[in-house]
């Protein structure tokens, strides 16, 4: 793909799409952001930087990226809360393969159901993003976080 | 052990009169009391324990520190240049600004920033600024000795790549305060090279001993962490048990045994065909491989004060909880691989690292279970916690795992340590 005005105007839309499914508890529509064999991570600026191969949160193929949203409706417990998500420009750059690399700073603030609101991550999205279809969808999609320290819990993918 | 200690109820502004039941009662003011948390500064984490620093793998190389907390108090771990491990408190003994401002690196000698008092990496004085003055004038007295100033030393003990440090001459030495159930742990998963291969932390907003608790607390698992049930993930830990440390019941063992290993010869190193039944939709997640021949495959060990390792599946790690203020505590992971994993075997300890931490499956509710317990215990300091499931007693038991009895265990060893006992 090239880096068109109108490949930013589909990125941004699917960066929304992605961030508002998860802000609208609507995580069951997650997984359609992901090719099959799509990779999500999320993991640190320290385990980056230290070359740390494991990340905090990660799943591997469409199974494990569908299993996430499973577990996270049926099996795990917390308490109720939701993201906002709060997304920068991304910087695009054009891979030899036909797929984009795109790298954008993220805010997500987190309000639990009492009203309690915090800044819960601050992050880098590192993307790979490829057509399929016609449609864009993450190949990979790396949640870097900046703290190493994760606050009660993670659950909600960022 | 101390046997001079001052009743802990003199040293409390409000005495503490743990109720007559014993271990099988905790009054919830322990988890809210600022002033018992100095006590444990005093008693335990200055007291005659080993508290964990580091693993020996962190800082390899001759130069290289670490900087860590026993309690709150922060300490520096070095390698010195003749390949010793020391540590001392990260505390300059000229005015008490932190020495090192960075959580890991490699230096010769440690300068504090705000005077350059200089150290070697023992916590030695070596150079003071301006010790002669200026043009003559100035400088410290003529009686000023180097030698007589250092990084206040805690000694320290090396055990299968563990490194420990205590800052009492009390402290039995390290095989002894660990004892042997624990010892044997630590060989059968530490004595092979191995490397971190992750890291993050976790922030829980309560008292570090509700996780002390927590990690030593059999009988919630299968009920909080729903997992494994919810996706008919069959039970591999049918056989299993709960071991006490002696003579002090304060470390202890929470293992458990796959049931049956009925894997053709073919498949005996990797084994997922146990996941035929399950809801996953992506089982690849716990495929593992045969690792020991005690065909332990889930272990939690558990050390006084505030150290935990597990070993899930393959899933190797070290979980070292330190206390941030009486509400609020630093859960640290760091997981483990060995030197010698294939890439398949690391693969799979990655996928397995999924489990447990953070965001982990069997793992995420502990980041918001305990905090529930410090909201729920708020000014019900008189009220106390019931501990009797698996009975009364403190003994190791091979029975059961939905027991109480290693909390009781821990609170056992608490309580004598603080002076708090009957």
């Given amino acids: 793909m090239e880096i068109t005005p109108e490949l930013r105007g589909r990125v941004d839309d699917l960066f929304c799409d992605y961030a508002f499914c998860i802000d609208d508890d609507n995580p069951e529509i997650w997984p359609d952001f992901f090719t099959d064999d799509g990779l999500y991570e999320v993991t640190t600026r320290e385990a980056d930087q230290r070359a740390l191969p494991m990340a905090i949160m990660r799943c591997k193929g469409m199974g494990q990226i569908r299993d996430r949203i499973t577990a996270l409706r049926k099996a795990n417990i917390f308490e109720d809360h939701h993201y906002n998500h709060i997304i920068s420009r991304p910087r695009l750059t054009a891979n030899g393969d036909g797929s984009v690399h795109a790298r954008t700073n993220i805010v997500v603030y987190r309000t639990m159901h009492d009203g309690k609101q915090e800044r819960f991550v601050v992050a880098s999205y590192y993307d790979e993003i490829v057509e399929q279809g016609g449609v864009l969808k993450f190949k990979k999609r790396r949640v870097v976080l900046d703290s190493r320290r994760v606050d009660v819990l993670l659950v909600y993918p960022i | ?422």
Wanted: proline share 5%.
């Fill in chain 2, 1 to 422: 052990m101390p046997d001079t200690i001052v009743p802990a109820s003199e040293s409390l502004s409000q005495p503490l009169v743990w109720p007559a039941e014993g271990p099988t009662r905790v009054p919830f003011r322990v988890y809210h009391d600022p002033e018992i948390l100095k006590l444990e500064h005093e008693r335990i984490f200055r007291g005659a324990v080993w508290n964990y620093l580091c693993m020996e793998i962190e800082i390899p190389n001759k130069g290289d520190f670490k900087t860590t907390f026993v309690g709150e108090i922060p300490v520096i771990v070095t390698h010195n240049r003749d390949g010793e491990i020391h540590a001392m408190v990260n505390r300059c003994a000229h005015k008490g600004a932190l020495v090192c401002l960075t959580e890991r690196g490699n230096k010769q000698r440690l300068s504090c920033v705000y005077h350059s008092w200089t150290y070697d990496l023992t916590g030695q004085l070596r150079g003071v600024a301006f010790q002669d003055g200026l043009r003559g004038k100035g400088g410290m007295p003529e009686d000023f000795d180097l030698s007589k100033h250092r990084l206040e030393p805690l000694r320290v003990a090396v055990y299968n790549g563990i490194v420990f440090g205590t800052f009492s001459d009390e402290t039995p030495d390290i095989e002894t305060f660990l004892g042997k159930t624990v010892c044997d742990t630590l060989k059968r998963n530490f004595s092979r090279p191995h490397k971190i291969i992750g890291y993050h932390s976790q922030i829980i907003h309560n008292n570090w001993k509700l996780y002390a608790e927590n990690v030593r607390d059999s009988y919630h698992a299968t009920l909080l962490h729903t997992f494994y049930t919810t996706f008919k993930i069959n039970r591999l830990d049918m056989d299993g048990g709960m071991i006490l440390a002696e003579p002090i019941p304060w470390h202890s063992l929470s293992y458990a045994k796959r049931a049956t290993i009925q894997e053709d010869e073919g498949y005996k190193d990797i084994h997922s065909a146990q996941f035929d039944e399950t809801a996953l939709e992506g089982p690849e997640l716990l495929q593992s491989f045969h690792e020991f021949d005690d065909n332990i495959t889930h272990m939690i060990q558990s050390n006084f004060p505030n150290l935990t390792f597990q070993f899930t599946l393959n899933s190797l790690a070290v979980r070292h909880f330190v206390p941030k203020g009486v509400g609020k505590t630093e859960l640290h992971w760091y997981y483990i691989g060995y030197e010698d994993d294939t890439p398949e075997q690391e693969e799979m300890r990655i996928n397995q690292g999924n489990l447990t931490g953070a965001a982990g499956y069997v793992s995420l509710e502990d980041g918001c279970i305990n905090e529930f317990v410090q909201r729920g215990s708020h000014f019900s300091e008189g009220a106390e916690e019931f501990l009797e499931m698996g009975g009364k007693t403190v003994e190791s038991s091979e029975a059961s795992r939905a027991t109480e009895v290693s909390i009781r265990g821990f609170w056992t060893g608490y309580r004598d340590i603080m002076g708090f006992g009957g």
